[in-house]
């Protein structure tokens, strides 16, 4: 059966967006499965490891007993490592359908040097992931931004969009690209790449738009919030190490910022590109 992982530490905050992946799941036939990453310190001494799975069996319980599960298939998953990412590398997740969790996000040097949980999720996915800030009044993805230069090659990813907005009625899909100076193009280009998309994805009746800006992040989050969008979509490389350092990934940042909820689709993986600069040879300087 198909999967939706939850990672949760059972505060308020990382909870609130299991209604929305309970819904989901229910909606989808999807198993459910609550995993929570339990760090090493918490394993010191046999007496310490029995206690914290004693508590976290009881937490699982309670949470278990929310009237929104009622009627889904839901497994309780106890793992090691020190962030939510590390259960990518579990084999019972590591091909799950989707992965939803919360976020409260991270700003300033925190986000400089750390990011959130969610970043290293997104980064290191290789499934749609689900972020959500605040618990929405219900789930409905009505209005959608999908938001690309739209040369990228997302393989099946767009499948999964397609299943889940196939399950909300009169769902409109606003194709966007933001233009800004440091990367201008002309419009009729961009357009005919979104047909091209569009078509090549089976996406009828969406949207075709250009949107200008400074940054490719303020100008996505502008147009969502003019929209009234319940749903941001972006695709991601899942750059890590140096790559990650020097190119970032607007999905992520995108992730981290927005309060409304942001589906992020992984790219099949682009070669990495070495520039080389001119210069004298090795040797002649």
């Given at each position: 059966?198909?999967?939706?992982?939850?990672?949760?530490d059972?505060?308020e905050?990382?909870?609130l967006?299991?209604?929305?992946?309970?819904?989901?799941?229910?909606?989808?036939?999807?198993e459910?499965?609550?995993?929570h990453?339990?760090?090493?310190?918490?394993?010191?001494?046999?007496a310490q490891?029995g206690?914290?799975?004693?508590?976290?069996?009881?937490s699982?319980?309670?949470?278990?007993?929310?009237?929104?599960?009622s009627g889904?298939?839901?497994h309780?998953?106890?793992i090691t490592?020190?962030?939510?990412?590390?259960l990518?590398?579990?084999?019972?997740?590591?091909k799950?359908?989707l992965i939803?969790?919360?976020?409260?996000g991270?700003?300033?040097?925190?986000e400089?040097?750390l990011g959130?949980?969610?970043?290293?999720?997104i980064?290191?996915a290789s499934?749609?992931v689900?972020v959500?800030?605040?618990?929405?009044a219900?789930?409905?993805f009505?209005t959608?931004?999908?938001?690309?230069?739209f040369?990228?090659?997302?393989g099946d990813?767009?499948?999964?969009?397609?299943t889940l907005?196939?399950k909300?009625?009169n769902?409109v899909?606003?194709?966007?690209?933001?233009?800004?100076?440091?990367?201008?193009?002309?419009?009729s280009?961009?357009?005919?790449?979104?047909?091209?998309?569009?078509?090549?994805?089976?996406?009828?009746?969406c949207t075709?738009?250009?949107?200008d800006?400074?940054?490719i992040?303020t100008?996505?989050?502008?147009?969502?919030?003019?929209?009234?969008?319940?749903?941001?979509?972006?695709?991601?490389?899942?750059?890590?190490?140096?790559?990650?350092l020097?190119?970032?990934?607007?999905a992520?940042d995108?992730a981290n910022?927005?309060?409304?909820?942001?589906?992020?689709?992984?790219?099949?993986?682009?070669p990495?590109?070495?520039r080389?600069?001119?210069?004298?040879?090795?040797?002649m300087?």
């Amino acid at each position: 059966m198909k999967k939706l992982v939850f990672p949760t530490d059972f505060s308020e905050a990382s909870v609130l967006a299991l209604p929305v992946a309970a819904q989901i799941a229910r909606t989808l036939s999807l198993e459910l499965h609550l995993v929570h990453v339990l760090s090493p310190r918490f394993q010191t001494t046999n007496a310490q490891y029995g206690a914290t799975l004693s508590r976290l069996e009881h937490s699982f319980d309670e949470l278990q007993l929310q009237p929104y599960l009622s009627g889904i298939q839901v497994h309780a998953h106890v793992i090691t490592g020190t962030s939510p990412a590390d259960l990518l590398n579990d084999n019972r997740f590591a091909k799950a359908d989707l992965i939803v969790m919360s976020s409260r996000g991270a700003t300033g040097l925190k986000e400089t040097l750390l990011g959130s949980h969610a970043e290293h999720l997104i980064r290191s996915a290789s499934m749609p992931v689900l972020v959500l800030k605040k618990a929405p009044a219900s789930v409905g993805f009505k209005t959608v931004v999908f938001a690309s230069d739209f040369t990228d090659d997302y393989g099946d990813s767009v499948d999964f969009l397609q299943t889940l907005l196939s399950k909300f009625d009169n769902a409109v899909i606003h194709l966007l690209f933001v233009n800004t100076l440091s990367r201008f193009e002309q419009t009729s280009e961009v357009k005919a790449r979104m047909d091209t998309f569009a078509k090549e994805h089976k996406l009828d009746g969406c949207t075709f738009n250009l949107q200008d800006d400074f940054e490719i992040e303020t100008g996505l989050l502008s147009f969502a919030m003019e929209k009234q969008a319940d749903l941001i979509v972006l695709g991601t490389h899942g750059r890590r190490g140096l790559r990650h350092l020097f190119s970032g990934s607007i999905a992520e940042d995108v992730a981290n910022h927005a309060s409304i909820p942001v589906l992020t689709l992984p790219l099949k993986s682009d070669p990495i590109r070495i520039r080389v600069l001119s210069g004298p040879a090795p040797g002649m300087i």
